[in-house]
């Protein structure tokens, strides 16, 4: 199913690396929305935009970066500043901010090692 | 500020029985909440909002204000129901959303 696809399914990377994942919808939807999930944790949102060239920090953005260049398009880099890269990210958008319904991609599993 | 607050990490049930999770928030004024489930390799998605007052695959859930809650049931549990379970709250005026940590049911035959 389409909608909004995430690659790569696995990443692996070293230590003081960065690492960039994609996100990209063909839903036409204005917002889009990064979040970590960790077992115990639930999501935390990392950024969110809400238009092109637009975003904004969540809670847990520390060491993370982000850009809206595009529509369908919100890419994450995990810089090497953050301190416990390994986990589940997933990617989400909704047609505009304020309309609450999210969708969500399949998620990216990062290791650093 | 906006929390959610799910109790159980894991919740088992045997098929037919009733379930319920639970799903507290912190929220000033008239909040609109959400369930949503992610079953095994899947992506994680809509399962109820209570502004529609619908039954989705035979869940519902009830606002109380009171007890400021929004917990979850189905009368007879289904082996299909096992997944994990996330209760979100609106917030910075629905701009984005707050998950509580889920609850994992196991629904055992």
């Known amino acids: 199913d389409g909608g909004i696809t995430q690659s790569p399914k696995y990443l692996f990377r070293k230590e003081g690396q960065n690492v960039t994942l994609s996100c990209e919808q063909n839903?036409?939807?204005?917002?889009m929305y990064w979040y970590r999930q960790d077992p115990g944790q639930g999501l935390r949102l990392i950024y969110y935009?809400?238009?092109?060239?637009?975003?904004q920090k969540g809670d847990i953005a520390e060491g993370y970066s982000v850009s809206r260049e595009k529509k369908e398009s919100f890419p994450l880099t995990v810089t090497s500043a953050q301190k416990n890269p390994t986990a589940f990210y997933l990617c989400?958008?909704?047609?505009?901010?304020?309309?609450?319904?999210?969708?969500f991609g399949p998620g990216t599993r990062l290791t650093v090692t | 500020a906006q929390r959610v607050t799910q109790p159980e990490k894991l919740l088992s049930v045997f098929k037919g029985a009733p379930v319920e999770l639970k799903c507290n928030y912190s929220?000033?004024?008239?909040?609109?909440l959400f369930w949503y489930v992610q079953y095994s390799r899947q992506r994680l998605q809509l399962l109820l909002r209570?502004?529609s007052r619908e039954s989705i695959k035979g869940f519902t859930a009830d606002l109380n204000k009171g007890e400021t809650s929004f917990h979850l049931k189905k009368p007879f549990a289904q082996e299909e129901d096992s997944a994990m379970y996330y209760c979100?709250?609106?917030?910075?005026?629905?701009?984005?959303?707050?998950f509580g940590p889920g609850t994992r049911l196991s629904v055992l035959p």
């Open positions: 989400a958008s909704s047609i505009q901010a304020g309309v609450l319904e999210q969708y």
């Open positions: 935009s809400q238009i092109v060239n637009d975003f």
């Open positions: 209570h502004i």
């Open positions: 929220y000033s004024g008239s909040p609109e």
């Open positions: 839903l036409n939807h204005d917002a």
């Open positions: 979100a709250l609106p917030r910075n005026y629905g701009q984005n959303f707050v």
